[in-house]
């Protein structure tokens, strides 16, 4: 019963904008469209999952605004929302039904895989509020599909404002994986000087080519309190150290970036979500991101979120999900390198997007 960590197609129902999608996933899967197409609704779903599976799927509807802020058109209009994972011949399935106290019931939770005779599905429970998939099957499909899931992390690096968790001090023991919003990223920065040192220096190189000035990090205890630690800084030729607000928006998100893929890969997640990684980067940082998220594809799988004319040069077509608003539902759409091979002989794909010939484009 051998698993595929790379999620191979998803179906989902009744989530948010999406009413309806079934999209094969590869490898490498970099999504387009306009504002408000549904692009980080389909980022959003996954950190849906992953909270589930940590148990905390009601505090997840309760700051997202409740079931009829997740349900697609809230539950006058949908009344069950549904999730098929599939990892090749194995997968995780749930459906979610709103409650009269506005919680989220699981509805159907189960497994699934291949067998010679057919298909066989394990249902773990009905009617429960919080995942049963860490109780177990009494078969091995949740040993290996559960921890694959579990190891989903979706980043997200908009806020750098002085407020930023990633500016702060924090517990230098907070280290076993980088946090969502890079909160922790002084910690495992030196978790990994200390432990990682190929990895670390090649980070830091990675820094250099898009900040000729960085030098490098000085990473070290907090004199006062030597459980704590914050990111410090030296520029190039220079001994003084300097904080994390002396750093550029741009400069830090691709401080964070290039963690989340140059990171070891027995630390990497199975699946590494990025939404909107191209705020405030420079157009060669864009370039040296892209290089870093087909590197990282190889062995890990990637969706990122995008609206960057230059980031999606970058890609082929077959990479690019173009994701449309259709009467009020998200569409999504792998493009066809055959079916655009005429006109990327003349045009770069960011061109014949610009030029609304993908889709994903406003309209009315």
């Given at each position: 019963m051998a698993l595929n960590g790379k999620l191979s197609k998803l179906v989902l129902k009744g989530f948010k904008s999406i009413a309806d999608?079934?999209?094969?996933?590869?490898?490498?899967?970099i999504l387009i469209g306009s504002n408000g197409a549904g692009k980080s609704n389909f980022i959003t779903f996954f950190r849906m999952i992953q909270q589930l599976l940590d148990g905390n799927l009601q505090q997840f509807v309760s700051q997202h605004g409740g079931p009829d802020s997740i349900l697609h058109f809230g539950r006058k209009?949908?009344?069950?929302?549904?999730?098929?994972?599939?990892?090749?011949?194995?997968?995780?399935k749930v459906s979610l039904e709103a409650t009269q106290d506005n919680r989220m019931m699981i509805a159907e939770e189960g497994f699934w895989w291949d067998a010679p005779d057919g298909a066989i599905t394990k249902i773990i429970?009905?009617?429960?509020?919080?995942?049963?998939?860490?109780?177990?099957?009494g078969t091995k499909i949740d040993k290996y599909v559960v921890p694959v899931l579990k190891k989903w992390r979706v980043y997200h690096f908009h806020d750098t404002s002085d407020s930023a968790y990633v500016k702060r001090i924090h517990r230098i023991a907070d280290n076993a994986y980088l946090r969502s919003d890079a909160g922790n990223l002084a910690a495992f920065l030196y978790f990994l000087q200390q432990v990682y040192p190929k990895e670390f220096s090649q980070i830091v190189q990675t820094i250099r080519l898009v900040a000729p000035f960085f030098g490098q990090f000085r990473l070290r205890p907090n004199g006062v309190n030597g459980e704590m630690i914050e990111l410090e800084w030296f520029e190039r030729g220079e001994d003084i150290p300097f904080k994390a607000h002396h750093l550029s928006d741009g400069t830090l998100r691709f401080i964070c970036l290039a963690t989340v893929f140059l990171q070891p890969a027995d630390l990497q997640p199975e699946t590494i979500l990025v939404d909107e990684p191209e705020l405030g980067l420079h157009p060669y940082a864009i370039t040296t991101l892209a290089s870093l998220i087909r590197s990282a594809s190889k062995s890990k799988q990637v969706i990122v979120s995008t609206q960057s004319v230059e980031l999606l040069n970058e890609f082929d077509p077959e990479d690019v999900v173009v994701v449309d608003k259709d009467e009020g539902g998200s569409v999504f759409k792998r493009l066809d390198t055959?079916?655009?091979r005429s006109w990327l002989q003349d045009y770069s794909l960011?061109?014949?997007?610009k030029k609304n010939l993908l889709g994903g484009r406003p309209s009315r």
């Open positions: 999608c079934e999209l094969k996933m590869r490898p490498l899967n209009v949908t009344g069950t929302l549904s999730a098929e994972l599939h990892f090749g011949n194995n997968g995780y429970g009905r009617g429960h509020f919080e995942s049963k998939a860490e109780e177990g099957t055959e079916e655009l960011g061109e014949l997007w």
